[in-house]
């Protein structure tokens, strides 16, 4: 499968970050399996600016017509601007990231333990992951 760069979906656009802690998300709406946090999870950014986490949960994509994955520990900051993918979260998760200098490849386990392999095209000097999101049904 393929990511795409050719939409402008910021709710669906994840940026790979490698000082990200946690994977967190712009709005809460497409969280499934989310709860409040008990207690408030502070994030600073590279400006020293801070924002609080107050909601944790899933986030499923679709990969192919019969395929998905489901990003765990998601968390709901109000008020960042871009969804972003915490590189050292998402490899302790079943995924090998390579990062090329045209694409970044991600190696993903499915709990059938089938490997797909998910390619994404670079965008500038960023490398972006689009995908659409799967509703629960």
Not at 15 to 34: D, G, P, V, W
Not at 44 to 55: L, P
Request: include cysteine; glycine fraction near 4%; hydrophobic fraction near 35%.
């Amino acid at each position: 499968p393929r990511c795409t760069n050719q939409k402008n979906d910021d709710d669906n656009l994840w940026f790979f970050n490698t000082h990200a802690t946690h994977h967190l998300k712009t709005n809460s709406i497409l969280l499934q399996n989310y709860r409040l946090l008990s207690q408030l999870l502070e994030v600073r950014f590279g400006d020293n600016g801070m924002k609080v986490a107050i909601d944790k949960g899933e986030v499923h994509m679709s990969i192919s017509h019969s395929k998905s994955v489901s990003i765990p520990n998601v968390y709901y900051v109000p008020g960042i601007i871009k969804n972003l993918l915490s590189l050292s979260e998402a490899t302790a998760n079943r995924n090998i990231i390579e990062f090329h200098c045209n694409c970044t490849i991600i190696y993903h386990k499915l709990p059938t333990n089938e490997i797909v392999k998910i390619t994404c095209p670079k965008s500038g000097r960023l490398y972006p992951l689009q995908m659409v999101d799967k509703m629960p049904i």
